[in-house]
């Protein structure tokens, strides 16, 4: 089976699943291993005994997942994909600008951040009130917030962008 890189703004992973589909290998350690789709983004993964349920959608290049209110960004590349970005990124050497984007519509009640503040990850910076629940809108990892899109009032559609942070 093919190896691929899942890499996060904080981490990069080693995976190479396994032929049977009932195991992976994370980093050389194995793991048993079912996935489900619950429903069109919604899915259940049961890793070494552990339950998890997340969001995800993917734009083509990266996934994003959003898992208790954390939102992250992971990119998922085989090894030859992974080489050459590699090589890109050397030559480039740039930084790059994330985006946080609505993971479902609603209304803006709170912004803690503005444009030119230093964030970490798993900082929050917006309360997103969506079916009379308040959902706390956290940075995927830390950068310098360029720009705010919304202000508080604001209602928006899932997938709207709300900030950008340059990384």
Same mark, same amino acid.
């Given at each position: 089976?093919?190896? @691929?890189?899942? =890499? %996060?703004a904080?981490k990069?992973y *080693?995976? =190479?699943?396994?032929? #049977? %589909?009932?195991t992976?290998?994370?980093?050389?350690?194995? $793991?048993?291993?079912d996935f489900?789709? &619950?429903?069109?983004? !919604? $899915?259940?993964?049961l !890793? #070494?005994g552990?339950? $998890?349920?997340? $969001?995800?959608?993917?734009?083509?290049?990266? /996934?994003?997942?959003v898992r #208790? *209110?954390?939102?992250?960004?992971?990119?998922?590349?085989?090894?030859?994909?992974?080489l050459?970005s590699?090589?890109q990124? *050397?030559i480039a050497?740039?930084k790059s600008?994330?985006e946080?984007?609505?993971?479902?519509p609603? !209304? &803006? %009640?709170?912004? @803690?951040i503005t444009?030119g503040?230093? /964030?970490?990850?798993? +900082?929050? /910076?917006?309360?997103?009130e969506? +079916?009379?629940m308040e959902?706390?809108?956290?940075t995927?990892a =830390?950068?310098?917030v360029t720009e &705010? !899109? /919304?202000?508080? *009032?604001?209602t928006?559609?899932?997938g709207?962008?709300?900030?950008?942070?340059l990384?």
């Open positions: 089976m093919a190896k @691929y890189t899942a =890499k %996060t904080r990069s *080693g995976i =190479k699943p396994a032929s #049977d %589909t009932k992976i290998a994370v980093d050389g350690i194995e $793991y048993p291993v489900a789709k &619950v429903s069109r983004n !919604l $899915y259940s993964l !890793l #070494d552990h339950s $998890y349920q997340f $969001y995800m959608e993917s734009d083509g290049e990266s /996934v994003r997942v #208790d *209110g954390l939102e992250r960004l992971v990119s998922l590349r085989d090894e030859r994909s992974r050459i590699n090589l990124h *050397g050497g740039k600008t994330m946080i984007k609505a993971p479902m609603g !209304l &803006v %009640t709170k912004i @803690y444009a503040l230093p /964030v970490h990850e798993g +900082m929050g /910076v917006i309360i997103l969506a +079916m009379k959902n706390e809108i956290r995927p =830390k950068g310098i &705010v !899109l /919304v202000k508080e *009032g604001a928006v559609e899932k709207d962008t709300l900030v950008r942070i990384s």
